[in-house]
T-cell receptor, first 112, second 107 residues
Framework: SQTIHQWPATLVQPVGSPLSLECTVE??????LYWYRQAAGRGLQLLFY??????ISSEVPQNLSASRPQDRQFILSSKKLLLSDSGFYLC???????????FGPGTRLTVL | GDSVTQMEGPVTLSEEAFLTINCTYT??????LFWYVQYPGEGLQLLLK?????DKGSNKGFEATYRKETTSFHLEKGSVQVSDSAVYFC??????FGKGTRLSVIA
């Protein structure tokens, strides 16, 4: 069966510091992968999605970037964090046959 | 453009009360529709889905019917429990999610 991991689970970073969040998927190949952010009291905001290695689509321009160095790995990065980057970051993959998404456990990021 | 609109929360109910969370959508074509649930501190889990008009998705006592004529997919449960307290998202994935409705059930 497929599983999706996110690392780390929680992170506290100072403003201006870099960021790297990792998402890995097991049990499937060539998945469509997604990064979402959920700010406190708000809904899901799609940040990036990827349909394959090296292929990244950005939905919202901001100081975040994403990379897909391997088929089942999706990285969310920033060179300099802002206070407004605080939130709950969720990675997901899409099952093409079921047309439904499966979400990771999330990373809670607090920028101070 | 494509969008999902769901009722704003928070919704507070007593245990065993009836629940309805409204969801309407705007989409090109006839997408599959989903309800996801997010328990505190966790990621999203699929609650139920419907893939075509008039389909009824159901799970854990929750139900939703895909209504093409009203472009709706309202979530219902006849008798809520404290353990149902969570945030509920209506969606047609992967790109369109509602803003979420927070449900609190009190004993």
């Amino acid at each position: 069966s497929q599983t999706i991991h996110q690392w780390p689970a929680t992170l506290v970073q100072p403003v201006g510091s870099p960021l790297s969040l990792e998402c890995t998927v097991e049990g499937t190949s060539n998945p469509n992968l997604y990064w979402y952010r959920q700010a406190a009291g708000r809904g899901l905001q799609l940040l990036f999605y990827s349909v394959g290695i090296g292929q990244i689509s950005s939905e919202v321009p901001q100081n975040l970037s994403a990379s897909r160095p391997q088929d089942r790995q999706f990285i969310l990065s920033s060179k300099k964090l802002l206070l407004s980057d605080s939130g709950f970051y969720l990675c997901a993959w899409l099952s093409p046959s079921l047309r439904e998404q499966f979400f990771g456990p999330g990373t809670r990021l607090t920028v101070l | 453009g494509d969008s999902v609109t769901q009722m704003e929360g928070p919704v507070t109910l007593s245990e065993e009360a009836f629940l309805t969370i409204n969801c309407t959508y705007t989409a090109t074509g006839y997408p599959s529709l989903f309800w996801y649930v997010q328990y505190p501190g966790e990621g999203l889990q699929l609650l139920l889905k419907a893939t075509k008009a008039d389909d009824k998705g159901s799970n854990k006592g929750f139900e939703a019917t895909y209504r093409k004529e009203t472009t709706s997919f309202h979530l219902e449960k006849g008798s809520v429990q404290v353990s149902d307290s969570a945030v509920y998202f209506c969606a047609f994935t992967p790109l369109v999610f509602g803003k979420g409705t927070r449900l609190s059930v009190i004993a």
